[in-house]
């Protein structure tokens, strides 16, 4: 859990610096994706049935996880396209883009590593 926490802070420092050190506060919009990013999946996984052979349509979890991935591109696209736009400089892209690469990763890890087990 420590190591996760800092890399969880080292990618909303590395996003926060991404605006400081180059007085642009546009690529801070990016962390609102963070947080945006795991609802849709919590919220709409909770109708996925546990018993693969169960006969449930699972598309409202599917659209779950499409929100969930429009959510994760936009919060690396915005950068990208800011920085070919000329709003920010390619190395606040750069910044922000392994910000953000650090706090999808520390929310995948944490979701697969804790993830309730069920017994049968």
């Known amino acids: ?7 969880l802070a080292a990618g909303f420092l590395l996003s ?3 605006c400081a050190l180059y007085g642009n506060w546009w690529p801070l ?3 609102f994706t963070y947080a945006l990013a795991p ?5 709409f996984g909770r109708y996925v049935s546990s018993d693969p052979l169960a006969d449930v349509s699972s598309s409202v979890a599917d659209v779950g996880r499409f929100l969930t991935s ?3 591109v936009s919060g690396f696209g915005f950068p990208i396209v800011l920085a070919h736009s000329g ?5 606040a892209m750069y910044m922000s883009i392994v910000g953000g690469l650090l706090v999808y990763g520390t929310i995948i ?3 697969s590593l804790f993830r309730a087990q069920q017994e049968f």
């Open 1 to 7: 859990i420590v190591v996760l926490s800092v890399c």
């Open 16 to 18: 926060i610096l991404s």
């Open 29 to 31: 919009a990016v962390v």
């Open 39 to 43: 609802l849709p999946n919590a919220v």
């Open 70 to 72: 429009i959510l994760v």
């Open 87 to 91: 709003i920010i400089t390619s190395m």
């Open 109 to 111: 890890v944490y979701s």
